[in-house]
């Protein structure tokens, strides 16, 4: 017997999610996580800046070696570093985690100087350069007189490593912004007849030239190798080559670099403020699945079973790409799903609105009414996600990373997994309409359907108290101005030589009680105890020092430095730029799905929420480190997300209703999701609520924060987007218009559909 359509349609969705749900559980039983510098600890390098023949090694010459070295590190796989200045010319590297320490320590103190250089001659033994000659050693041994660098590294484009067309080993292909100077350098050396020393070109890395090639006898004098790109060939290994093409990549160092000290460093969270925090965790998911199932009944049993598979899925997709697990991640991992209830609730309380006597035709109503609400706020948010991975680096760069994932796993697990289960058990006996959850309206439904759309008819009056807590806000963070973290600012590195092992939960205890709370205090080798916090006057440095002499019975300080931000000027400017361009891009976007007036008052909306919850921060005096950074973006995502929701619906009910005013349409719109809004919001509010009340430290801030974010970003879509987009209508008729004419049917009751 043939198959229905709806029969194909389950048959590939159930066989999707058995593939990505076994591939899931091998790489859970298979793949150990990598874990940050807060949960496990990991490998602390001190570099020491030296001078340079051109430059001197002083602050500025080792800030711009950090970014250098961040880029190296990021080439190397290794995620959620750590990189500051300690005093004038000390760099302090930790790396969680680091499968091969002896590798990252040769890639990171290289100063990788690549310079292109004319082949003058041989130099005999002991024989001196001459002026604007140097003489270093070829790929063999031999002594070679180079002239004046002709390129440097600075004018390569990138560098590629490959296997070596022309036989074995491997090869580092380099692209020339400017192919002149490459041209011309070959072209002098081809005026020397073949075969000696002066038609070759040597490319010299760190003193040593590691390939010195002869120009091709085809090529003539005066002619040179046309093109931007060249090879260089030194029977490198796969790993050399990798290598190579990586500090290329990331540029010389202004300044050379010593090693002064490798060390392992232990944990910067303790062990109890990690087992609070997972209890939190395991309490706001309990929460979350209870509401769904009380409110939605075995609808709601299949979302807690398909958001089960979305953590697997999630985690999976992390433990494959080798993420580093941090804490904060953690905990962001856990709010995203809490978001992924979001989709769910959307296709549910569409359904709701479809079911006439059928649950499996409502169920698959919900899921195509819902399909372009789902797809757009998602979309959006991956045009921000991968900005950010492409533009910024550092801790910014990771978040992207994990925000895709995140994403992605959240359609599959919405538009796949649980579109499965829940046919499966819909037609199952089990789908009676009293127990299925869609067959009855909510609460907060039937309250919608008594409202009257008219009641933003007056804009401005909204717009007034926005614009109220808008000036507030900017008052705290003028006026009083942001109390930044040690990560924007810097701080004080101290460290103390305790002569023995000494309990490092009891050494926080002690550091917090005399005023540093946020003080990260770590195991520092072999009876050693280190403690970076913010700037710090010398009274209070002896604080600090009693308080950990008091634990370990004595402690006598080896190291006493001033540190710089670990989030440097460059990096921050990367974050704002990928940041501002993946707002634009979402704008962008949601001016040709939508128009241009709603992107508008969406963007508008988002700023707002940000700003806000920058005001807040400030007059509660909260630090606003790298945490709450994370934080910040996640809460720029949830604004985008609610508004797109509401403006789908403006522009179904806009198709729907050509000769509604537009006042009355944004206010049905808003009052239709409300539904929506008000459960996933509450599904949110557990996670963050356990996090904020039972969570330690840092990490109740992000909980904090995001809470702060949860709110305003709805309400902003009520008080700040809805009434933006019905004064831009007034000025610019046509806001939410769809180009044909809308040919769905009219429904009956005002469900939240979106």
């Known amino acids: 017997m043939p198959r229905t359509p709806a029969q194909r349609g389950l048959l590939i969705r159930a066989l999707l999610s058995l593939a990505v749900l076994a591939t899931t559980a091998y790489l859970l039983l298979t793949t150990a996580p990598r874990l940050g510098l807060d949960l ?12 340079s023949p051109t430059v001197e090694a002083n602050a500025e010459s080792t800030d711009r070696a ?98 070596n067309p022309q ?81 290329v990549n990331a540029g010389a160092l202004p300044v050379p670099v010593e090693v002064i000290e490798q060390r392992t460093v232990g944990p910067t969270l303790g062990e109890e403020a990690i087992d609070t925090s997972a209890r939190a965790a395991i309490i706001g998911l309990a929460l979350i699945a209870a509401f769904l199932i009380v409110v939605y009944r075995l609808a709601g049993f299949v979302a807690v079973l398909a958001l089960a598979g979305y953590a697997g899925v999630s985690y999976a997709a992390l433990l494959a790409i080798g993420a580093t697990l941090t804490l904060p991640g953690l905990a962001g991992f856990v709010l995203a799903i809490g978001m992924a209830v979001d989709a769910t609730v959307l296709v549910f309380e569409r359904a709701r609105e479809e079911y006439t006597g059928s649950l499996p035709k409502a169920a698959d109503r919900g899921f195509r009414g819902a399909l372009s609400a789902i797809v757009d706020s998602n979309v959006t948010t991956l045009l921000a996600a991968g ?49 299925s959850g869609l067959a009855h309206q909510g609460r907060v439904r039937t ?72 003080a990260v205090v770590q195991l520092a080798g072999d009876g050693g105890v280190s403690v970076r916090t913010e700037p710090a006057t010398d009274e209070e440095a002896e604080q600090i020092r009693t308080a950990v002499a ?11 430095e001033q540190i710089g931000p670990s989030l440097g000027a460059e990096l921050r400017v990367q974050a704002l730029i990928a940041l501002g361009l993946a707002v634009l891009a979402q704008l962008a976007y949601l001016a040709i799905r939508f128009d241009w007036r709603l992107g508008l008052a969406t963007v508008i909306a988002l700023a707002q929420d940000v700003v806000l919850v920058l005001g807040i921060f400030t007059w509660l005096g909260k630090t606003m480190d790298g945490v709450f950074l994370a934080a ?37 719109a808003i009052l239709q999701t409300l539904p929506r809004t008000v459960n996933t919001g509450i599904g949110v509010l557990f996670v963050l609520g356990a996090l904020l009340f039972l969570g330690d430290g840092s990490l109740a801030d992000f909980a904090l924060a995001l809470l702060l974010g949860l709110l ?33 049917r009219e429904r009956q009751g005002t469900g939240a559909v979106v």
């Not at 038609?199 to 010195?212: C, F, H, K, N, T």
């Not at 499965?420 to 006996?429: D, F, G, Q």
């Not at 902003?716 to 209508?729: E, H, K, N, Q, R």
Request: aromatic letters at 6%; glycine letters at 12%; proline letters at 6%.
């Open 167 to 247: 036989g074995a080993g491997w090869i580092v292909s380099v692209n020339f912004r400017d192919g002149q100077a490459w041209e011309k350098l070959t072209a002098d050396a081809a005026c020397s007849p073949p075969g000696t020393p002066s038609r070759r070109v040597a490319i010299v890395l760190d003193d040593e030239a590691i390939s010195s090639p002869q120009v091709d006898p085809s090529i003539t004098c005066g002619v040179g190798i046309i093109g931007s790109s060249t090879q260089i060939t030194g029977q490198f290994t796969q790993e050399e080559a990798a290598d190579l093409a990586l500090l």
């Open 66 to 163: 950090i970014e250098v070295l961040r880029r190296r590190v990021d080439a190397l796989g290794v995620a959620e570093p750590t990189l500051a200045r300690s005093g004038e010319r000390r760099i302090v590297v930790e790396l969680p985690d680091v499968r091969d320490p002896a590798e990252a320590v040769e890639v990171i103190g290289r100063t990788a100087a690549l310079t292109f250089h004319p082949v003058v001659g041989v130099a005999e033994p002991g024989a001196q350069p001459a002026e604007g000659e140097r003489i270093v050693p070829d790929e063999s041994g031999q002594q070679l007189r180079l002239g004046p660098a002709a390129l440097s590294g600075d004018g390569v484009e990138d560098a590629r490593a490959g296997n």
């Open 550 to 560: 008091d634990v370990a019975g004595g402690a006598e300080e080896v190291r006493d």
């Open 387 to 435: 900005l950010l991975f492409w533009l910024a680096s550092g801790p910014v760069r990771g978040f992207g990373v994990t925000l895709t994932i995140g994403v992605l796993a959240s359609m599959f697990t919405c538009l796949v997994l649980t579109r499965a289960l829940l046919e499966m058990v819909l037609r199952s006996p089990l789908g009676r309409p009293a127990l």
């Open 632 to 668: 910040l973006l996640t809460v720029i995502g949830y604004s985008v997300n609610d508004s797109v929701v509401v403006f789908d619906r403006v522009r179904e009910l806009r198709g729907r209703k050509r000769r509604e005013p537009f006042h009355r349409v944004v206010g049905g």
């Open 712 to 744: 305003v970003g709805t309400l902003s879509t009520v008080v700040t987007a809805g009434p933006v987009a019905i004064l831009l209508d007034k000025r610019w008729p046509g806001a939410g218009k769809s180009r044909t004419p809308s040919r769905q």
């Open 40 to 51: 496990r600890g990991g490998t602390q390098i001190v570099l020491e800046t030296n001078n």
């Open 447 to 518: 309250w919608v359907e008594r409202r009257d759309w008219g009641w933003v008819s007056r804009p401005l009056r909204w717009l007034l108290g926005s614009a109220v807590a808008v000036v507030l806000a900017l008052a705290g963070l003028f006026a009083v101005g942001p109390n930044l973290g040690v990560e924007f600012t810097g701080g004080r590195q101290l460290e103390y030589d305790t002569g023995q092992a000494v309990d490092v939960e009891q050494v926080r205890d002690a550091v917090a009680e005399v005023g540093f709370p946020r």
